[in-house]
């Protein structure tokens, strides 16, 4: 009777093992796939925007990504990352450009709809026409004004939580338009693998 038990015990472990490694399987081809249809949809989007960004801080430093492209949280269909920051972290221009919006008067930041819009920012128009933006700064956090010519690498602003912001983050996307909106596009950063599409729940060190 007892080795009975163990028999039928030991073939529960073993299929249960086999159905752990199909598994394991399934989710290693979908993501393959989810991987191949987002290099296909990248592709398309970026019309050919071969440009590198730098991570949006100070050099030497790693920052964690917590959003990244087609993230299932805020970022659904959406072309934006959000790296997890404290309030008052130094923002470097990503790439070089002009200043076109930047907002610094907002003081308050939470996920009610109230909150919607009420963000601290600064946009950056690039020479290609794309427009970067960075976003939730903390009040007074925009340390350049409209019209200012920026350099990649240049400090421009204060991490902070305003708008629609659950906890203290930078959220920056590129876009065709001048304002945030879903003509939002993947673009690569330099990493130290070489430029890569940032993925959520990563370190990644500023170079
Ligand atoms: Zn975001």
Redesign the pocket.
């Given at each position: 009777m007892q080795k009975d038990n163990c028999v039928h015990f030991c073939c529960i472990i073993g299929v249960m093992r086999i159905v752990g490694i199909l598994l394991l399987l399934l989710f290693a081809s979908c993501a393959v796939v989810q991987n191949n249809e987002f290099m296909a949809r990248a592709e398309s989007l970026m019309q050919g925007h071969d440009h590198v960004y730098l991570l949006p801080f100070e050099k030497g430093k790693s920052y964690y990504v917590v959003?990244g492209y087609e993230s299932m949280l805020?970022?659904k269909g959406d072309y934006?990352?959000?790296f997890k920051v404290k309030p008052g972290t130094k923002i470097m221009a990503a790439r070089d450009g002009v200043v076109v919006f930047a907002r610094e008067t907002n003081e308050k930041g939470g996920v009610g709809k109230k909150y919607v819009g009420k963000g601290n920012g600064i946009t950056i128009k690039h020479n290609d026409g794309t427009y970067a933006h960075y976003?939730h700064l903390q009040y007074n956090g925009a340390l350049v004004n409209v019209g200012d010519t920026v350099q990649q690498g240049q400090l421009i602003g204060l991490s902070g939580s305003t708008g629609f912001s659950a906890f203290p983050?930078l959220?920056f996307e590129v876009t065709r338009e001048q304002r945030i909106s879903r003509e939002d596009f993947p673009v690569l950063f330099f990493t130290e693998k070489g430029p890569k599409f940032l993925q959520p729940f990563r370190w990644y060190k500023a170079l």
């Open positions: 959003q805020s970022h934006a990352i959000d976003w983050h959220h």
